[in-house]
């Protein structure tokens, strides 16, 4: 088997560890460094903490807090120009998977006099990033360990630049930043994060054996500290484990890609502006068993993961309850599983289903079954 494994340098795995930030950056010669974040992140005060860390530090810190869901083109390129300004020559991205999405073209942006356009897609960004830290207030998107940035376009348009040069130098876990998630986004962003571990253990066109084992250890990690973060969202232990998780989930699926239930997702984001994680856990069950004819065997081999000691008479039955306990999960967290619930209706179905399979094939290639519009069609309709 041929393939090509690549990850962040340098993981900080501490309670705590927010406030490394300055010492860290130091480290990697910045002097200037804007911290990329959303108002909410900045309102709870872990902004303050991350600037205070980098002036202990004898570095000069902007924050900037501009971010929104699903970032808007225009919204980035506002966060280059507030960098740019300042002469920012480092980059602390600080929040949720947008947040850090942001964080990683500003980085490559305040180099770069290439337009945001011309990256869309693999490979296509050319120059050198400034130093970039990643610090994740969620365990979710993975986004702190990936080169992957997903922005929205004028046309309310999901793309991707996906460039070597956005893995960061450094990415920060520290579990005390997720305390304060609620019980709803603490399952969406984890639901998410199980996702991209199933989607990458069985992508037909990038599995490998690394991203394997992360996958299985990532699912062992979420499953098994789940209910335990929707119970007490003050478990620091199970807090920790989830961001692990959700990190060891982001490394496998960037090496060996996300498939249909992210394509199926992302129309939900883009149009309807439901959170990625939740519109991920709307649509995993219904493509899960729609994979099942050509995946049960893979999904047989998740089952251990999710379902420890658990035997099962056959492969076929281990991989049945693989989704049904994902379905279980799901419920679990008390996110509306209905897309009429928010605000998709029967007219809007034909144009998502198009738009998923004329332009995001990209992500329909690494299902394990082939997915036709009608099929698309069918399984929307299913969560009608």
């Known amino acids: 088997m041929s393939f090509v494994f690549q990850s962040v340098p340098k993981l900080v795995c501490e309670i705590g560890g927010l406030a490394r930030t300055g010492e860290l950056m130091a480290g990697l010669g910045a002097r200037r460094v804007v911290v990329v ?155 998410d994060a199980m996702v991209h571990a199933v989607e990458a253990y069985t992508s037909r066109t990038r599995k490998n054996p690394i991203a394997d084992c992360l996958a299985l250890k990532a699912l062992d990690l979420l499953c098994g500290n789940y209910a335990k973060v929707l119970r007490n969202g003050h478990d620091m232990a199970a807090r920790a484990a989830m961001l692990q998780g959700a990190m060891l989930g982001g490394m496998a699926f960037i090496n060996a890609s996300v498939a249909s239930v992210h394509a199926l997702a992302y129309p939900l984001g883009a149009r309807f502006h439901v959170p990625h994680g939740h519109s991920n856990a709307l649509v995993m069950g219904p493509v899960f068993r729609f994979n099942l004819p050509v995946a049960a065997g893979l999904y047989a081999e998740l089952a251990s993961a999710v379902l420890p000691g658990q035997g099962f008479a056959n492969a076929s039955a281990a991989a049945e309850a693989f989704v049904a306990e994902l379905d279980r999960l799901a419920a679990l967290g008390g996110l509306e599983m209905r897309m009429g619930k928010l605000g998709v209706s029967e007219d809007d179905i034909p144009s998502m289903a198009q738009e998923v399979t004329v332009g995001i094939q990209r992500l329909l290639a690494n299902n394990p079954r082939d997915m036709t519009q009608t099929d698309v069609e069918e399984l929307y309709r299913s969560i009608l």
Request: proline share 5%; charged share 20%; glycine share 10%.
């Open 37 to 191: 974040c959303d108002a909410g992140i900045r309102a709870c005060g872990f902004a303050a903490k991350a600037a205070a860390s980098l002036r202990d530090a004898g570095i000069e810190p902007l924050i900037h807090d501009g971010v929104q869901a699903d970032p808007p083109v225009a919204v980035v390129l506002a966060a280059v120009d507030a960098a740019r300004e300042f002469g920012a020559d480092g980059v602390a991205g600080l929040g949720g998977g947008s947040s850090l999405d942001t964080a990683k073209l500003v980085a490559l942006l305040l180099r770069s006099e290439q337009k945001i356009e011309e990256m869309f897609g693999t490979d296509l960004a050319t120059g050198k990033r400034s130093p970039l830290i990643q610090i994740p207030t969620t365990a979710g998107t993975g986004s702190e360990v990936t080169w992957v940035s997903v922005v929205t376009n004028a046309a309310g348009e999901k793309k991707a630049v996906y460039s070597r040069q956005l893995l960061p130098d450094i990415a920060i876990l520290d579990a005390e930043l997720t305390v304060g998630m609620p019980p709803k986004v603490t399952a969406a962003t984890a639901l």
